[in-house]
């Protein structure tokens, strides 16, 4: 009995860490599963028709943008919607020196985009992230664009591919 306690309070600490995390999906390790089905108290036993493994699961996804670098960064970015057929570019999201912000993606799975730029002291840029691919993007400091990829517009950025899926996405600007 007391296995089987100390085999529940790890699951227990894994899955509040897992949703302290957020938008985690969780499966639980083969060994611990059967462990906990070996230790079941004789009052927990039920005949479950459906012998399925636990999993902590959450249909939103999570985006971490995360700042590596010595200065302030602003990030946008690009998705596809997928009932208008068309892209939509989002931003900008500051990312303080040397720290992390989440971007709920909501259920959305696919390819994005990001796009990051490091503005200097005197109001240019001083460094920018971004890859061949470009969207439409807004001075304002925060803004929406629906049909992004339409490129009638009068300002462009580069950016970068990564693809949101069941797990926590990060994207790290070095």
Same mark, same amino acid.
């Given at each position: 009995?007391?296995?089987?306690? =100390?085999?529940?309070?790890?699951?227990?600490?894994?899955?509040?860490? *897992? +949703?302290?995390? +957020?938008?985690?999906? /969780?499966?639980?390790?083969? /060994?611990?599963? !059967?462990?906990?089905?070996?230790?079941?108290?004789?009052?927990?036993?039920?005949?479950?028709?459906?012998?399925?493994?636990?999993?902590?699961?959450?249909?939103?996804?999570?985006?971490?943008?995360?700042?590596?670098? &010595?200065?302030?960064?602003?990030?946008?970015?690009?998705?596809?919607?997928?009932?208008?057929?068309?892209?939509?570019?989002?931003?900008?999201?500051?990312?303080?020196? !040397?720290?992390?912000?989440?971007?709920?993606?909501?259920?959305? @799975?696919?390819?994005?985009?990001?796009? =990051?730029?490091?503005?200097?002291?005197? =109001?240019?840029?001083?460094?920018?992230?971004?890859?061949?691919?470009? &969207?439409?993007?807004?001075?304002?400091?925060?803004?929406?664009?629906?049909? @992004? =990829?339409?490129?009638?517009?009068?300002?462009? @950025? *580069? /950016?970068?591919?990564? !693809?949101? !899926?069941?797990?926590?996405?990060? /994207?790290?600007?070095?």
């Amino acid at each position: 009995m007391k296995v089987a306690k =100390g085999i529940l309070t790890i699951i227990i600490l894994i899955v509040i860490s *897992a +949703s302290a995390q +957020s938008q985690v999906t /969780f499966d639980l390790p083969d /060994f611990l599963w !059967n462990s906990l089905k070996n230790h079941k108290s004789e009052a927990s036993k039920t005949d479950d028709p459906s012998d399925n493994k636990p999993v902590v699961t959450s249909p939103e996804k999570t985006l971490w943008l995360v700042n590596t670098v &010595f200065k302030d960064i602003y990030v946008s970015i690009a998705f596809y919607d997928f009932t208008n057929r068309k892209w939509i570019t989002k931003g900008w999201y500051c990312i303080k020196a !040397n720290q992390k912000i989440s971007v709920n993606m909501h259920n959305y @799975a696919g390819i994005a985009y990001v796009h =990051g730029y490091m503005p200097d002291d005197t =109001g240019g840029i001083l460094d920018q992230w971004g890859a061949s691919t470009y &969207f439409c993007v807004d001075t304002q400091p925060t803004y929406e664009i629906d049909d @992004a =990829g339409d490129f009638n517009c009068s300002t462009k @950025a *580069a /950016f970068s591919q990564l !693809n949101i !899926n069941e797990d926590i996405n990060t /994207f790290t600007f070095q």
